[in-house]
């Protein structure tokens, strides 16, 4: 590999709030457990008119992951492209700008997602500056879970064009079950976000699951309202995946339900995507039930401890709850 002082921040990794201080470029492990930056797939998106780079790992283990594959990168057990150097990405998007078919799309802005982009910050910086050698007014966007220290925050606000912040939950013992990890450091940042630069927040949202965080939502909402009652919110309709597999979506009532609470709390840019027709709308269930009901899945899974906390849980090395592909399971 050539020049890679840009990852010297991986060999006492802070970027987030666990602040493991691991030595990434060792091979030692932190929460996220991931090492260098690897990219898991590139491609175009037609809506955002991105070349988007789909990174691995991830700073949480939530029980509802769509993307568990990789977001839980390696411990689930598939493979990716791998490490990408920033001059071979870099050289790749360039040339997808100048195909036709990216032309005709109209493609012209950089992506990246995931897993979580924030663990891989410094290799963002990297492929972001040698863009912009190139394309100085290139428009950049994040997907996060906006888990990550104030300094890194402020660095991915600075790089980025805008962002995409997924609260989970509200409730500090609802985001730990739902997470693994605490609700503090993403409030702090999306208020920084949302006060300091509001042209960058292309939206919050959460994803819906009924009889789990569905009762956050209005508190999500008039944490919001409480910033800026412009902020825009959506609310996407939870598909079963990962330790849900079994879990029923939401019903369009729920979400239409949910949009108008969002509205009465004094959020006015609410909307949400997606619903189940089989979905379902629970009502006169309590906040401890979802609780209740969340350490169920997570029991199920092989998660036994309650508090949940991957960053102090002894086990984060080797978590019980991934869910392996069944057929591995074959003699
Ligand atoms: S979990 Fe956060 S602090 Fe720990 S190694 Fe990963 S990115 Fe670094
Ligand atoms: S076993 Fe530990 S690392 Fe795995 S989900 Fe539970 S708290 Fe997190």
Same mark, same amino acid.
């Given at each position: 590999?050539n020049?890679?002082?840009?990852?010297n921040?991986?060999k006492n990794c802070?970027?987030?709030p666990?602040?493991?201080? $691991? !030595?990434?470029l060792?091979?030692?492990g932190?929460?996220?457990?991931v090492g260098?930056?690897?990219?898991?797939?590139?491609?175009? /998106?037609q $809506?955002?008119k991105?070349?988007a780079?789909?990174?691995?790992g991830?700073s949480f283990?939530?029980?509802?992951?769509?993307?568990?594959?990789?977001?839980?990168?390696?411990? &689930?057990g598939?493979?990716?492209?791998g490490? $990408?150097?920033?001059d071979?990405?870099?050289h790749?998007?360039? &040339?997808?700008f100048k195909t036709?078919?990216?032309?005709?799309?109209?493609v012209?802005?950089?992506s990246?997602?995931?897993g979580?982009p924030?663990?891989h #910050?410094?290799?963002l910086e990297?492929?972001?500056?040698?863009m912009?050698?190139?394309?100085?007014?290139l428009?950049v966007?994040?997907?996060t879970?906006?888990?990550c #220290?104030?300094?890194?925050?402020?660095?991915? $606000?600075k790089?980025s &064009?805008?962002?995409?912040?997924?609260?989970?939950?509200?409730?500090?013992?609802l985001h730990?079950?739902v #997470?693994?990890?605490?609700?503090?450091?993403?409030?702090?940042n999306?208020?920084f976000i949302?006060?300091e630069?509001?042209e960058?927040?292309?939206?919050f949202? /959460?994803?819906?699951?009924p009889?789990?965080?569905?009762?956050?939502v209005?508190k999500?909402?008039?944490?919001?309202?409480?910033?800026?009652p412009?902020?825009?919110y959506?609310?996407v309709?939870f598909?079963p995946?990962?330790l849900?597999?079994?879990?029923?979506?939401?019903?369009?009532?729920?979400?239409h339900?949910?949009v108008?609470e969002?509205k009465?709390?004094?959020?006015?840019?609410?909307?949400?995507s997606?619903?189940?027709p089989?979905? /379902?709308?629970? #009502?006169?269930?309590?906040?401890?039930?979802?609780?209740?009901?969340?350490y169920?899945?997570?029991?199920?899974a092989?998660?036994?401890?309650?508090?949940?906390?991957?960053?102090?849980?002894?086990e984060?090395?080797?978590?019980p709850a991934?869910?392996?592909?069944?057929?591995t !399971?074959?003699?």
């Amino acid at each position: 590999m050539n020049n890679q002082r840009y990852l010297n921040d991986l060999k006492n990794c802070q970027l987030c709030p666990w602040k493991c201080g $691991v !030595n990434r470029l060792a091979g030692e492990g932190g929460v996220c457990r991931v090492g260098l930056p690897e990219v898991a797939y590139t491609g175009l /998106t037609q $809506v955002l008119k991105t070349f988007a780079v789909t990174l691995l790992g991830c700073s949480f283990r939530c029980i509802y992951c769509n993307a568990y594959r990789i977001s839980q990168y390696p411990d &689930s057990g598939w493979m990716y492209r791998g490490y $990408v150097q920033p001059d071979v990405l870099v050289h790749e998007a360039l &040339s997808v700008f100048k195909t036709n078919f990216a032309q005709k799309m109209g493609v012209e802005k950089l992506s990246f997602t995931g897993g979580e982009p924030a663990i891989h #910050t410094p290799y963002l910086e990297e492929v972001v500056a040698q863009m912009r050698e190139q394309l100085p007014d290139l428009e950049v966007g994040l997907a996060t879970n906006g888990f990550c #220290t104030p300094q890194t925050m402020k660095r991915l $606000v600075k790089l980025s &064009s805008y962002l995409n912040f997924e609260i989970k939950a509200f409730d500090p013992e609802l985001h730990y079950a739902v #997470t693994g990890a605490p609700i503090e450091p993403i409030l702090e940042n999306a208020k920084f976000i949302a006060s300091e630069n509001p042209e960058k927040i292309r939206v919050f949202r /959460t994803v819906v699951i009924p009889g789990v965080n569905d009762l956050e939502v209005p508190k999500i909402a008039n944490f919001l309202q409480d910033i800026d009652p412009d902020l825009p919110y959506r609310l996407v309709g939870f598909r079963p995946h990962f330790l849900l597999y079994y879990h029923p979506g939401p019903s369009r009532n729920l979400m239409h339900k949910l949009v108008e609470e969002c509205k009465e709390a004094g959020l006015k840019n609410v909307d949400y995507s997606g619903y189940s027709p089989d979905g /379902t709308l629970i #009502t006169g269930y309590s906040f401890n039930n979802r609780l209740k009901n969340t350490y169920n899945f997570l029991n199920q899974a092989g998660c036994y401890r309650r508090p949940r906390n991957c960053g102090s849980c002894p086990e984060n090395q080797y978590c019980p709850a991934i869910i392996m592909e069944p057929w591995t !399971n074959l003699p």
